[in-house]
């Protein structure tokens, strides 16, 4: 449905209705998930699987099954199979994040950066959140620019790993906490529109958005606050 074409009498009620319990629904998935990442972190940490492992491997694997899951959730995403699959999606991801986890808390102060890196994303998407409330404009033209942005964003990562620059990496992480953060704009705003209407999928793309702000600012914290004393 286009949004700026006239509505029927009565529709505009029942199309915010509708908007408000994507948004809704979105927010609450997207809380739930968040409990499997934590326990597949922890799992993660406490097995130390992917400790283990090598940076190629591990990469091989997280590319391998993000983009599994994401293909399954998206054939999924109009049935109960798809919520379990994105649980499950989570779950991997928080295992995938458990290398990052396990080097912070080599730190003395470790679990203090943990929960300023979660504090600061929380915070981080409240602002993104609460601006999409209130823009009026249409932000549909970003979509294209921020797609692109996170695939040369990813190449680039991909890239430094055989390069192996601390500058490079460093101007990524920040680049891309801005990135992921225009991210968490542009998706709330497009459900608040009407533009994105299964809630699977949009939680599916404001949970990527926040992990990859997590991780990014956990680095970032990590390598400027960390204290091995």
């Known amino acids: 449905m286009n949004l700026n074409t006239p509505l029927p009498a009565g529709t505009t009620g029942t199309l915010a209705q509708a908007q408000h319990r994507v948004l809704r629904n979105t927010y609450l998935l997207l809380a739930v998930s968040l409990l499997p990442t934590v326990l597949g972190a922890f799992i993660g940490v406490q097995s130390g699987i992917f400790q283990a492992m090598s940076p190629m491997v591990s990469m091989v694997i997280f590319f391998a099954g993000a983009f ?24 991997f991801m928080g295992l995938m994040l458990s290398r990052l986890i396990a080097m912070v808390l080599g730190y003395s102060n470790g679990a203090a950066l943990i929960m300023t890196a979660f504090g600061g994303t929380a915070g981080i998407f409240f602002v993104m959140a609460s601006l999409a409330t209130v823009i009026k404009r ?20 991909i890239i430094n790993m055989f390069v192996q620059s601390s500058a490079a990496m460093l101007a990524m992480m920040t680049l891309g906490i801005g990135l992921f953060s225009a991210f968490m704009l542009y998706d709330v705003k497009r459900i608040i529109d009407g533009g994105e209407t299964n809630y699977i999928t949009a939680t599916l793309a404001l949970y990527m958005n926040l992990y990859n702000v997590f991780q990014m600012l956990l680095s970032l914290l990590g390598i400027f606050g960390g204290d091995r004393e």
């Open 138 to 157: 249409d932000l549909s033209g970003m979509g294209k620019f921020l797609t692109v942005g996170a695939f040369v964003l990813m190449f680039g990562f």
């Open 68 to 91: 599994g899951f994401m293909y399954a959730i998206e054939k999924n995403k109009d049935s109960a199979a798809g919520v379990y699959l994105l649980l499950a999606f989570t779950f």
